[in-house]
């Protein structure tokens, strides 16, 4: 996008100046190689620090200052990207010129003592709010068995193997381990080793961002963000049973596209058209004309180098709906598809990327992403817009179906 401003200290920014939206947004992003070992720390840690600090130490002291900054909104979570774990620190606050006061230095401030000075004594974190929050991520990890969609992709995801298969939040037996000082040694590791991104949406300019983050330029370490190699799979297929009235049919397709090329922007039309828009061959033709689907859809993961197909059928359709989504592939494959469509779908991508200018947190998310693709957002809508019929079938024989999961319906 037009305005962008990249630029490292030791640190890496990206700051978006525009006086458009009434509030600026910050996000602090750290970034550390994916591992069994620290995964059920490291998800764990941006839920304790979020809540209190040395200074506040206890969640209703904590919520006193951000309420003096006019109710301004701080956010932690974590999530995997390729082959990294991020942990990432969300700042909202209303705009410095609304108000007519520096707001914005002031939630920096409060922002620091989050990542810098955390409610922890004597190398560990206080026990009864890593109690607490144990409690909770035991139950967020639980639910993923309930959310049979969630469970069905996990399990497919296992079946791959490598980073995929390792689960965002860690795995109960490795929750178990957790404690006051090993979540202590996660931060530590983090705020010294990791790979820290900035990123600013609101009425701001360069020098007033690199100087409000100033005390932050200290910590982690610049290393290059590690991409995904292809990797040879042999075909697995996995069948399981539950009682349950949907069953859950899961694909995983490698897809042979480095995912800082052109083909990765490229990819985004392919899957509109086989499965990730409601005009798709998948939605139209498996749920629609066929009716063996619930929903049908696709989603890339161009980090991952694979393409997920994900429907709720009935059991005794399973054979069928896959004979079904192996004839859209093959359509694909074979270019038959009409002008129509393919506009239509440029034109749905086309939008999408109109209204991230509307909204300052999918604006940092697309700028996030963008550190992933050596392109503008001009220049991926150029590309898309360049994509050709050719285009999408060279890259519709690129994919190999790698693996087939299916949790089938029981007696419910």
């Known amino acids: 996008m037009k305005g962008i401003?990249?630029?490292?200290?030791?640190?890496?920014?990206?700051?978006?100046?525009?006086?458009?939206?009434?509030?600026?947004?910050?996000?602090?992003?750290?970034?550390?190689?994916?591992?069994?070992?620290?995964?059920?720390?490291?998800?764990?840690?941006?839920?304790?620090?979020e809540k209190s600090t040395e200074a506040y130490p206890s969640i209703e002291l904590f919520h006193t200052p951000?309420?003096?900054?006019?109710?301004?909104?701080?956010?932690?979570?974590?999530?995997?990207?390729?082959?990294?774990?991020?942990?990432?620190?969300q700042l909202e606050v209303v705009s410095d010129g609304l108000v007519g006061e520096?707001?914005?230095?002031?939630?920096?401030?409060?922002?620091?003592?989050?990542?810098?000075r955390?409610?922890?004594?004597?190398?560990?974190?206080?026990?009864?709010?890593?109690?607490?929050?144990?409690?909770l991520q035991r139950q967020r990890i639980e639910s993923v068995y309930d959310d049979k969609m969630r469970f069905a992709q996990q399990r497919l995801q296992e079946l791959l193997g490598g980073e995929l298969a390792i689960p965002s939040l860690g795995t109960l037996d490795q929750l178990d381990a957790v404690t006051p000082r090993s979540l202590y040694a996660a931060y530590e590791s983090m705020i010294r080793h990791d790979r820290i991104d900035v990123y600013v949406v609101g009425d701001v300019d360069r020098a007033?961002?690199?100087?409000?983050?100033?005390?932050?330029?200290?910590?982690?370490?610049?290393?290059?963000?590690?991409?995904?190699?292809?990797?040879?799979?042999?075909?697995?297929?996995?069948?399981?049973?539950?009682?349950?009235?949907?069953?859950?049919?899961?694909l995983a397709y490698a897809v042979d596209v480095d995912p800082k090329s052109e083909d990765a922007v490229r990819m985004q039309v392919f899957n509109g058209l086989f499965g990730g828009f409601p005009h798709s061959k998948l939605f139209m033709n498996v749920r629609e004309k066929e009716s063996l689907a619930y929903y049908a859809a696709s989603q890339y993961s161009s980090l991952s180098r694979m393409l997920f197909v994900?429907?709720?059928?009935?059991?005794?359709?399973?054979?069928?709906?896959?004979?079904?989504?192996?004839?859209?592939?093959?359509?694909?494959k074979a270019g038959h598809f009409d002008d129509m469509t393919l506009e239509q779908t440029k034109e749905m991508l086309y939008h999408q990327r109109r209204q991230l200018?509307?909204?300052?947190?999918?604006?940092?998310?697309?700028?996030?992403?963008s550190d992933i693709r050596p392109f503008s957002l001009e220049e991926e809508m150029t590309i898309i817009e360049r994509t050709t019929r050719d285009d999408v079938a060279a890259l519709a024989n690129r994919l190999e179906l790698t693996a087939v999961y299916c949790l089938k319906g029981g007696t419910a």
Not at 11 to 31: E, G, I, M, R
Not at 357 to 369: E, H, K, V
Request: hydrophobic share 40%; charged share 25%; with cysteine.
């Open 5 to 49: 401003e990249q630029f490292r200290e030791k640190l890496h920014y990206s700051v978006y100046p525009t006086d458009k939206f009434k509030t600026t947004t910050c996000l602090v992003s750290f970034s550390a190689p994916l591992s069994t070992e620290t995964i059920a720390d490291r998800a764990l840690l941006p839920y304790i620090m």
């Open 66 to 89: 951000l309420e003096e900054l006019y109710d301004a909104a701080l956010y932690a979570g974590a999530s995997k990207v390729g082959k990294e774990h991020v942990i990432q620190f």
């Open 102 to 116: 520096p707001v914005l230095s002031r939630a920096i401030k409060l922002l620091e003592e989050v990542l810098l």
């Open 118 to 135: 955390p409610n922890a004594y004597d190398g560990a974190f206080q026990p009864l709010i890593v109690e607490q929050e144990l409690r």
């Open 208 to 250: 007033q961002v690199t100087e409000a983050f100033a005390p932050l330029e200290t910590l982690g370490e610049p290393f290059e963000r590690a991409y995904p190699e292809p990797v040879a799979r042999e075909f697995q297929r996995l069948e399981e049973e539950q009682a349950i009235n949907q069953s859950k049919l899961h």
């Open 310 to 332: 994900y429907a709720g059928i009935d059991a005794s359709n399973q054979a069928k709906t896959e004979q079904i989504i192996d004839a859209q592939l093959a359509d694909l």
């Open 357 to 369: 200018g509307d909204n300052p947190r999918q604006l940092i998310a697309w700028m996030s992403g």
